[in-house]
């Protein structure tokens, strides 16, 4: 089938969808159709390019022209004049500030940043047409490692980038993919982590939605480096355009041999599942997810054995995140020494955050790791919205909170290390002074309570009370001594959950602690005393509600 | 579709089980999944009815009991809630007269607490079935359900 020369890509997402978004999309389908020209123009419901202010927008590619402020009435002017007379409709260009990426731009703020790795396509590309995939030097890695290189080749190379996990821990990829080609045995799988499960993080989705074929490559390349035939995509079942692209690319790159038996003649065959979730957070802990999959409860596993060693039904299984997986083609193209020169030495490449909160343009943006939170929230989300910086939380619901004093700390892992913190998922959430750290606090500590899965005491019972205390602290009735309890949870929780969910809670806790413990002592209602504990089956069944 | 269609689509193996319950589910009018209907899936698959319970219960997409024709999540994890969650919920309750794990008596929404949805770029947030809408305020929420309702008129209208 003739694939359209181009397309019309309207962002549909949370934001744009109440704008009417779909109205603009189906109007430019319409239209088009209209005057015949639906073989040629094809018009594609897309995820958000990133950070703008100009409505519902479009970009007709390759033209390379992004159109803003649309509404059905002006599509009908703007297929008239773009598509039947050919030429841009002048009135609704969006000009320079539109939000499109462009990989070969130098930033003009930040020029020590290079372009962009991961979202390089999202936006540029139709996801749906695997020949533009193709063309942007698509599936080049893919063919280079089946032709020239021996799977342990690829797994140096990957070593040689010093590209680190992008899910959150920050594990070196390279040594991760080694342990799992190490193993022996004919049968290993690779997993590719689209839970997303982390509150603010949503970079994943974006780049499924925008450029589904990057991650099926990345997971290709690992299948054969560690020597699997078998991927799975693991997806949170709420991500509905990220299922289908992914379902849409899968079929396309079999229908191509990319996938499927003996690709390009290489004796190398290697295919692609997807499984769905059904709504946990702790199913993105990586053993958890690997139950799911084998259709239980999200239960993790003790480790060791790690998932190199046993993982899905008992085999060698590697699991990555997207993010990191989608960078995995530009290091096999182009080589570990090109994908340094961006980043710095601790954390080489890009990374992909999700910038939120009380900021002007909230949204995605792909950076190197040495900017900080300074120049994110200054350059990058357009300043604060209202009022000024109070806090953020780096990494998600699970992550660290940041006072004032660390504005100027570069975000990556070992300036973040040395003055105690962690990157994290790459969701940065900004805060404003009409937050007040108890009541925030508690919003965390309520969705880890609801989030734990109840396999161990210390995370079932300890972020019960953690919500219970904070929700006390943040209407100011906290009892004298529910610091110190809430510090002594922290401790328990930190040594003796099972998993990482129950570790995690310290991470905000603690760091809260550290910058505003005077605000959260104001909390606690001095004259009150705290009262006997009631023991009676009663209050102990109304606790456990 | 029958149950023994479901598991003959995906296969008759636990590793299925999670995609068989979506579309058991997602095929009940009643978006649930029925006691007498788990109970023929664990005849068909082999595993104890307790154990399907257990797994059903683990997952938030999953429900026991009957729900309305449109459900509608408010995310309520830390991202929306610092940008007025609270106030969605209380515009929700008003307007639909329900509370949380409640379905209006007319069956035609229930409401629901969902974690992070992967929108939080324009929170706050909620989703009603695959519809995910944000930078929600009171109107909109409003203005929202009103497009529902209207919808289900006029189809209602057309099947006459
Ligand atoms: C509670 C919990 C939730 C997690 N959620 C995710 C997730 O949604 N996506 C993800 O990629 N990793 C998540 N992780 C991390 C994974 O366990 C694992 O480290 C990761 O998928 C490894 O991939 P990477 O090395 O490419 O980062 C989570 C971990 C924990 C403890
Ligand atoms: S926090 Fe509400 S959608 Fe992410």
Redesign the pocket.
């Known amino acids: 089938m003739a694939q359209p020369r181009t397309v019309v890509m309207v962002p549909v997402d949370a934001d744009t969808v109440t704008i009417g978004a779909r109205a603009v999309k189906n109007r430019f389908a319409e239209a088009i159709g209209r005057r015949g020209l639906a073989a040629e123009v094809s018009v594609l419901e897309v995820g958000s390019f990133g950070p703008s202010d100009a409505g519902v927008i479009a970009a007709v590619q390759p033209d390379g022209i992004v159109y803003g402020g649309l509404s059905p009435e002006r599509v009908d002017r703007i297929v008239e004049e773009h598509f039947v007379k050919g030429r841009p409709c002048r009135e609704w260009l969006l000009a320079g500030e539109h939000p499109l990426p462009d990989p070969r731009a130098t930033d003009s703020r930040h020029t020590q940043y290079a372009g962009r790795i991961v979202l390089d396509n999202c936006g540029r590309i139709n996801p749906e047409n695997i020949d533009e995939y193709i063309a942007n030097d698509g599936y080049f890695a893919f063919a280079k490692a089946l032709s020239e290189m021996r799977p342990d080749a690829v797994v140096e190379q990957v070593k040689k980038s010093g590209l680190r996990?992008?899910?959150?821990?920050?594990?070196p990829?390279g040594i991760?993919w080694g342990f799992c080609a190490a193993e022996t045995g004919p049968e290993k799988y690779v997993i590719c982590?689209a839970?997303?499960?982390?509150p603010g993080t949503f970079k994943?989705r974006l780049i499924m939605e925008g450029d589904p074929h990057k991650v099926i490559e990345g997971m290709a390349l690992c299948g054969y480096a560690i020597g699997a035939n078998q991927g799975y995509i693991y997806i949170r079942g709420e991500y509905k355009l990220s299922i289908e692209r992914l379902r849409q690319a899968i079929t396309a790159a079999r229908a191509y041999g990319l996938l499927g038996k003996n690709i390009l003649d290489s004796g190398f065959d290697f295919d692609i599942d997807i499984k769905i979730g059904a709504g946990a957070?702790?199913c993105?802990?990586?053993t958890a997810?690997i139950e799911s999959m084998e259709g239980k409860r999200g239960l993790p596993r003790l480790k060791p054995p790690f998932p190199a060693q046993q993982g899905f039904r008992n085999k060698p299984t590697n699991?990555?995140?997207?993010e990191?997986?989608a960078n995995i083609p530009a290091i096999v193209y182009r080589g570990a020494d090109w994908f340094r020169r961006a980043g710095t030495e601790s954390m080489p490449g890009t990374k992909v955050y999700t910038i939120l909160g009380h900021v002007r343009r909230p949204g995605l943006i792909e950076v190197s790791g040495g900017v900080t939170l300074r120049d994110i929230i200054d350059d990058y989300a357009g300043g604060m919205q209202s009022g000024s910086f109070k806090m953020a939380q780096l990494g998600g619901t699970?992550g660290d909170l940041l006072g004032e004093e660390m504005l100027d700390v570069p975000l990556n892992y070992d300036a973040l290390e040395k003055v105690g913190h962690v990157l994290g998922?790459g969701a940065i959430l900004i805060m404003n002074e009409t937050i007040g750290v108890c009541d925030f606090l508690h919003a965390c500590m309520r969705f880890f309570a609801h989030e734990s899965c109840g396999n161990c005491n210390p995370c079932r019972n300890g972020l019960r009370w953690l919500s219970v205390i904070t929700e006390r602290l943040k209407s100011g009735t906290g009892y004298p001594g529910d610091i110190e309890i809430m510090e002594e949870i922290a401790t328990v929780l930190k040594t003796a959950a099972f998993?990482?969910?129950g570790q995690?809670p310290a991470g905000p806790l603690n760091s809260a602690l550290r910058y505003f413990r005077p605000e959260i002592e104001k909390g606690i209602d001095v004259t009150s005393a705290r009262p006997k504990p009631d023991h009676t089956a009663r209050a102990l069944a109304t606790f456990a509600g | 579709m029958t149950v023994s269609r479901i598991v003959e689509k995906h296969g008759n193996n636990r590793e299925n089980l999670l995609q068989i319950m979506h579309d058991i589910q997602d095929a009940a009018t009643d978006r649930c999944l029925h006691r007498d209907v788990l109970d023929e899936l664990s005849d068909i698959m082999n595993i104890p009815v307790a154990d399907l319970v257990g797994t059903a219960t683990f997952y938030s997409m999953f429900s026991l009991t009957p729900r309305g024709r449109h459900i509608i999540r408010l995310c309520e994890s830390p991202p929306c809630y610092i940008l007025g969650s609270d106030n969605i919920l209380e515009a929700l309750r008003e307007r639909l007269d329900i509370g949380i794990g409640e379905t209006t008596p007319d069956g035609l929404f229930t409401l629901e607490h969902t974690s992070c949805l992967g929108a939080c770029g324009v929170a706050p947030v909620m989703s009603i079935d695959d519809e995910v809408y944000g930078n929600l305020t009171t109107g909109k929420v409003n203005a929202i359900i009103d497009q529902i309702v209207e919808n289900q008129i006029a189809a209602a209208r057309n099947r006459k």
């Open positions: 996990g992008r899910g959150g821990a920050g594990f990829t991760k982590n839970d997303e499960g982390e994943d957070y702790v993105g802990e990586e997810l699991v990555n995140n997207v990191t997986l699970a998922s998993c990482p969910l995690s």
